[in-house]
């Protein structure tokens, strides 16, 4: 009954989530903005490529590692927002948390369900990104070759290791007032610094590489690319070449198992401190 029950809170919330990411102007507005703000994320960095390297025809395998980083960190800056956002709006701008905090619900699967519309949309924008690199940019990725396989294992657990961090933020958005998206900004900028996602580990002093190799994003961006490009010599320049497959997939997993008991200690210290100052549901209007 508690799984039966754990899914209908997921289903519900997952819509919820949906109607309230979607339902702020007209269909066929919505559909374009979610086409035409891939497209321009990913113009922005073929021109600082560009400025950098002066021609993607000089470098592709750097452009491709660039490029794939870009496109899978949207996962990391948009659910890790759905899911701190959560607690702060309804909280401060619907003035539902209480019923919720309250209802025969869990709410870690009430945040995963809400956070499940930015994976959704998030999935959309790097298919419409990635699309766009294979027909305009013509990135060297052929589809027959992609381990599907792979790609299908590190995508689940990489998603499960974002939800997790955003548990973890959403349960410290209980002691904040509106900062639950410099929260996120600040978090995924340490994450964009330290994971690789635009330029090697190996360009990072040593101190750097160690904060990177400590956090699952690095091992998950590695996969990403591994698996799109399994045969280019990706792994040359990520700093992780020495690691195997199946070796940066097991580091991935067991650092998603460390980060998940962190965030729900975090989620379960937050909830409590919030609780005895009165915070839950206290709106802040800050």
């Known amino acids: 009954m508690a799984v039966t029950s754990h899914l209908r809170t ?3 919330a997952a819509w919820l989530g ?3 990411e979607s339902n702020w102007t007209r269909p066929w507005l919505f559909i374009i903005y979610s086409i035409v703000r891939p497209i321009a994320a990913t113009l922005i960095l073929v021109v600082m490529f560009l400025v950098v390297k002066q021609g993607v025809a000089n470098d592709p395998l750097m452009f491709t590692y660039t490029y794939l980083g870009a496109v899978f960190f949207m996962f990391v800056a948009q659910v890790l927002l759905g899911a701190t956002y959560v607690i702060m709006e309804d909280r401060e701008h619907y003035q539902t948390l209480r019923q919720i905090y309250i209802a ?5 699967v ?3 369900g809400r956070s499940l519309s930015k994976v959704l949309l998030t999935s959309l924008s790097a ?3 990635m699309a766009f690199g294979l027909l305009v940019l013509r990135l060297p990725i052929d589809l027959l070759r992609v381990d599907w396989p792979l790609f299908a294992l590190s995508m689940l657990i990489g998603l499960g290791c974002i939800l997790s961090i955003g548990i973890a933020l959403a349960g410290i958005t209980f002691l904040t007032a509106k900062h639950s998206t410099g929260i996120n900004e600040g978090i995924g ?3 964009y610094l330290f994971c690789g996602t635009l330029f090697p580990l190996t360009v990072l002093p040593p101190w750097g590489q160690s904060i990177g190799m400590a956090i699952p994003i690095t091992y998950w961006l590695e996969l990403m690319r591994r698996s799109l490009y399994p045969a280019g010599g990706i792994e040359t320049i990520s700093g992780l070449g020495e690691f195997s497959n199946p070796a940066i997939l097991l580091l991935l997993a067991a650092s ?4 998940l008991g962190l965030s729900l200690l975090i989620f379960w210290f937050a909830d409590r401190m919030a609780r005895k100052a009165g915070k839950v549901d206290m709106t802040t209007t800050y």
Do not use: N
Not at 256 to 259: D, N, T, W
């Open 104 to 108: 025969p619900i869990s709410l870690h």
């Open 256 to 259: 998603a198992l460390v980060f």
């Open 127 to 129: 298919i419409i990104s």
């Open 110 to 112: 009430y945040i995963i």
């Open 10 to 12: 997921l289903r519900q």
């Open 189 to 191: 900028g340490v994450f």
């Open 18 to 20: 949906w109607q309230m």
